[in-house]
């Protein structure tokens, strides 16, 4: 019974809740799956922490909330602050590099970071840096099948932004690729040197 | 009667169980709203407000819940499927209206999300507190129906039922969710028009001069007047006689009140809804509903896991309360633990029901958060020792 539970936290106003509800809709309408979205619900519309969470499950998802993220996105310093000691100790952090500054994690911890905020800049808007995350989201995180995400980014936009949020989808998964085969090389050459150290 | 398909968005949806129930009120027919929008219930009247100019009704942002909860009624007397939503401190202002809801036989809709209280309370946080509020909040003698959503999919499905029932019984039909469930978003399939049952409004088919507007049928239920066609219309929170005037004899009260209880209370078996799963041979029956239902069925899957006989009754129905089936399972098992978001409501009504046959355990929780799955395990297995 894989469940996957994600976090997504960063201020209110930087689409949070959107990026929630794609990896949400992705993981039940556009694959065969289960999954269910909450909210923080607090005074804040715009500044202020606001975080979602997402349950993927291949069963019915009983329990709704989550306490240990086997994935957390954040993109701000406070939501950092806040949720990072939440963290799975095998999990992975996902970090607009601009807005956050890690500091220590339990060693198993896989970090993933990406410009996002920059990326959408390019593209013309900086309101889409949530889908350049969650693009990059589905191709470091392998949680929910690309195409189902890329598929529920086009169902979840106004018509008029559907194909620069695609764009911004696009450029966060292939930032995301690209940064997992430099860990995959990484990690490999880590090998390769400890092999020769030995 | 199939629901007319203005109103109904077919498809599979990713949406949360305010907007899942505003959707389950528009495929049901209602068309018609007065509200006076209150956290965590907001959404679904927000919803509402922006889709029924597209199928052709009205929203009225009133200025309080005592209008929100009179205008809706005026409404449906006037031809309309009508309903309110509120939560707790909301809920308590509405008491007065529902006893008339209930004295007119106005079939209506009461949508509750609930939160923590008592007052104010937990705004955006989630309770079961409402539970014994809405079967005696208002004064006098009555029966009403209270449906327990526990998922998106069942705030859409259950509002049809509440607006059907509505229809069918002529009381306020309240549909109990909480503020989990109704801003959890999950998958939410609507289906086709033609495959969603509609309860029409029971208008007579007597001509204006024989028809009597209190004049209950074999079901204990009177039929509607077609209002504006020659009918005499007189609709009072007096006692009243079966023409609608008021009387206030003790005969005519006895007659009137008791027929307002008894046509919940003698169609009870065709009201009742609730899901039992394994209670067969169980050793432990867990009841529960809403959000607490699901928490409740993760701790009897670990109970499972360590080898014992659990059973799961979950209500659906929480009003009328499924009395007899309680008590057939209090007298199998050794014991019954409640779980519910409040310190002991509708464990009463277990207890009651289960007249002492077995040990009844309440796993109660103040509200705010949904319960830990281990506090309800740690009963389950004290009352199965």
């Not at chain 1, 589905?138 to 106004?158: F, G, I, L, N, T």
């Not at chain 2, 008894?262 to 799963?277: P, R, S």
Request: charged content about 20%.
């Amino acid at each position: 019974m894989p469940v996957t539970e994600i976090r997504i936290a960063g201020f209110g106003g930087q689409g949070v809740i959107l990026s929630a509800i794609v990896i949400g809709k992705a993981g039940c309408i556009f694959q065969d799956g289960y999954s269910t979205m909450t909210q923080s619900f607090g005074p804040e519309a715009r500044g202020g922490a606001c975080s979602a969470q997402v349950i993927l499950s291949d069963t019915p998802v009983l329990y709704p909330y989550v306490s240990t993220p086997d994935i957390l996105v954040v993109m701000s310093q406070e939501a950092y602050t806040l949720f990072s000691p939440q963290i799975k100790g095998d999990g992975i952090l996902i970090i607009e590099e601009d807005l956050v500054r890690i500091g220590e994690l339990p060693p198993g911890v896989r970090v993933y970071s990406i410009p996002a905020t920059r990326i959408a800049e390019e593209l013309g808007k900086k309101m889409v840096l949530n889908i350049v995350m969650v693009g990059f989201f589905a191709a470091v995180s392998q949680a929910v099948d690309p195409e189902a995400m890329r598929k529920a980014v086009a169902a979840s936009v106004p018509e008029a932004y559907r194909d620069l949020n695609l764009k911004a989808f696009d450029r966060g998964f292939e930032y995301g690729t690209k940064e997992l085969s430099q860990v995959i090389v990484k990690q490999d050459s880590l090998v390769a040197v400890a092999a020769i150290e030995t | 009667m199939h629901a007319d398909p203005a109103g109904v968005l077919t498809g599979t949806h990713f949406l949360d169980g305010d907007h899942a129930c505003c959707e389950g009120a528009l495929a049901a027919g209602a068309r018609f709203s007065s509200g006076y929008p209150i956290t965590p219930s907001t959404e679904v009247v927000e919803r509402f407000a922006a889709r029924v100019p597209t199928v052709g009704g009205t929203f009225i942002q009133m200025e309080d819940e005592l209008a929100a909860s009179i205008t809706l009624q005026g409404a449906v007397w006037g031809g309309a499927k009508a309903f309110t939503v509120t939560s707790g401190p909301g809920f308590s202002l509405m008491m007065e209206h529902i006893g008339y809801a209930a004295m007119t036989e106005t079939p209506c809709v009461f949508v509750d999300v609930q939160r923590g209280g008592p007052s104010t309370g937990l705004p955006t946080l989630p309770a079961q507190q409402d539970m014994m509020q809405v079967r005696w909040g208002s004064h006098g003698d009555y029966e009403i129906i209270a449906l327990c959503p526990n998922s998106p999919q069942e705030c859409f499905d259950l509002t049809i039922t509440a607006f059907n029932y509505a229809e069918k019984y002529r009381c306020p039909v309240f549909v109990m969710m909480d503020e989990v469930v109704g801003h959890m978003t999950e998958k939410v399939v609507i289906p086709a028009a033609e495959e969603i049952e509609i309860e029409p409004r029971r208008y007579t088919t007597l001509p204006p001069e024989e028809f009597r507007a209190f004049k209950p049928g074999e079901d204990l239920v009177p039929d509607m007047p077609h209002v504006g066609q020659g009918y005499n219309v007189h609709v009072t929170g007096l006692t009243h006689d079966e023409r609608g005037y008021p009387d206030m004899r003790p005969a005519v009260q006895d007659v009137l009140v008791r027929r307002l209880v008894d046509k919940i209370k003698k169609n009870v078996d065709k009201i009742t809804l609730f899901e039992a799963d394994q209670i067969e041979g169980a050793e432990v029956v867990v009841v529960s509903y809403g959000i607490t239902s699901r928490v409740a069925q993760k701790a009897i899957d670990m109970a499972r896991a360590k080898g014992l006989k659990v059973g799961k009754f979950r209500l659906i129905t929480a009003w009328p309360f499924p009395e007899k089936e309680i008590a057939e399972i209090a007298s199998k098992v050794k014991g019954i633990v409640v779980a519910e978001m409040n310190l002991g409501q509708m464990v009463r009504e277990v207890e009651r029901a289960a007249a002492g046959q077995a040990k009844v355990r309440l796993v109660g929780h103040a509200g705010g958060s949904v319960h830990k799955p281990e506090d309800i395990l740690k009963a389950i297995m004290e009352v199965a020792r």
